[in-house]
C-alpha cells in the first residue's frame, strides 16, 4: 500500500533552532507539495515541485524557510531559524502531475513542529 | 485570486441522521477543479471527489453525493444516514483548470468544517 511517509512525526524545539522535515513521496509521482495546517489559517499552501523544480514558492517566508528536492524520492522543507509562530502541522503530498491530473493527492500523516 | 468558503466551522449529528456540508468558492477562471477532502483524526488527508466546472451533474457514491451549482458557486456535500467513522474534518477546494497556464495542481482550501457524529 503506496504512502506518503513524513519524518519526524513530532517535534519540539527551542525558538532559533533549525528545522528538517523531510518527506517521502509516492514512488512515481511527480509533484510534491508542502502544506501547514494551523487553527487559525487552516491549510496553507507553501510551496510545490513538479519534476524535482519548484513551480511556486510564494506561500513560503522566505527568509527563513526553504524547500528542495534532492532527488525523487525526497522533499525537504527547513525553517532556520524556527520561531514560535510556526507551530503547526506540516503536511507534505504528492500526486500525479498531468493535464489529466485527477486533482487526487496523497497526503502524509504530516509533521507536528512545536516550538518553545 | 480564489477563495473557499465553508461557514460551517462544526456540526454535530446524531448517527443516521443525514448531513449537509456546505461550499462556496470564488474564481475568475472559467475553467476550474472542485474538491472534497476528508480528515480523519489520524490527520492525514483523504481524497473523496473531483469535480470539473464544466460537468454540473451531480454525483452519489455510496452515502455520498455531491450538489454542484453554477448559478450559486457552490459544491456542497452530504452524507445519507450519518456513521460514526464519519466523523472528521471536511474540506472543500478549488484549482484552476488545465489550462491555466501550469498552475492547476494548486489547491486553495476552505477552513474546513469540523463533523462529528455521535451514536
Known amino acids: 500500500d503506496a504512502r506518503v511517509t513524513q519524518t519526524p512525526r513530532h517535534k519540539v524545539t527551542e525558538m532559533g533552532q533549525e528545522v528538517t522535515m523531510r518527506c517521502q513521496p509516492i514512488l512515481g509521482h511527480n509533484t510534491v507539495f508542502w502544506y501547514r495546517q494551523t487553527m487559525m489559517q487552516g491549510l496553507e499552501l507553501l510551496a510545490y515541485?513538479?519534476?524535482?523544480?519548484?513551480?511556486?514558492d510564494s506561500g513560503m517566508p522566505k527568509d527563513r524557510f526553504s524547500a528542495e528536492m534532492p532527488d525523487a524520492t525526497l522533499a525537504t522543507l527547513k525553517i532556520q531559524p524556527s520561531e514560535p509562530r510556526d507551530s503547526a502541522v506540516y503536511f507534505c503530498?504528492?500526486?500525479?502531475?498531468?493535464?489529466?491530473?485527477?486533482?487526487?493527492?496523497?497526503f502524509g500523516e504530516g509533521s507536528r513542529l512545536t516550538v518553545l | 485570486a480564489q477563495k473557499v468558503t465553508q461557514a460551517q466551522t462544526e456540526i454535530s449529528v446524531v448517527e443516521k441522521e443525514d448531513v449537509t456540508l456546505d461550499c462556496v468558492y470564488e474564481?475568475?477562471?472559467?475553467?476550474?477543479?472542485l474538491f472534497w477532502y476528508k480528515q480523519p483524526p489520524s490527520g492525514e488527508l483523504v481524497f473523496l471527489i473531483r469535480?470539473?466546472?464544466?460537468?454540473?451533474q451531480n454525483e452519489i457514491s455510496g452515502r455520498y453525493s455531491w450538489n454542484f451549482q453554477k448559478s450559486t458557486s457552490s459544491f456542497n456535500f452530504t452524507i445519507t444516514a450519518s456513521q460514526v467513522v464519519d466523523s472528521a474534518v471536511y474540506f472543500c477546494a478549488l484549482s484552476e483548470g488545465p489550462y491555466s497556464g501550469g498552475s492547476n495542481y494548486k489547491l486553495t482550501f476552505g477552513k474546513g468544517t469540523l463533523l462529528t457524529v455521535n451514536p
Open positions: 503530498a504528492s500526486g500525479h502531475g498531468s493535464i489529466w491530473w485527477t486533482g487526487e493527492l496523497f
Open positions: 515541485f513538479r519534476n524535482r523544480a519548484p513551480l511556486d
Open positions: 474564481t475568475r477562471d472559467t475553467t476550474y477543479y
Open positions: 469535480r470539473n466546472s464544466f460537468d454540473e
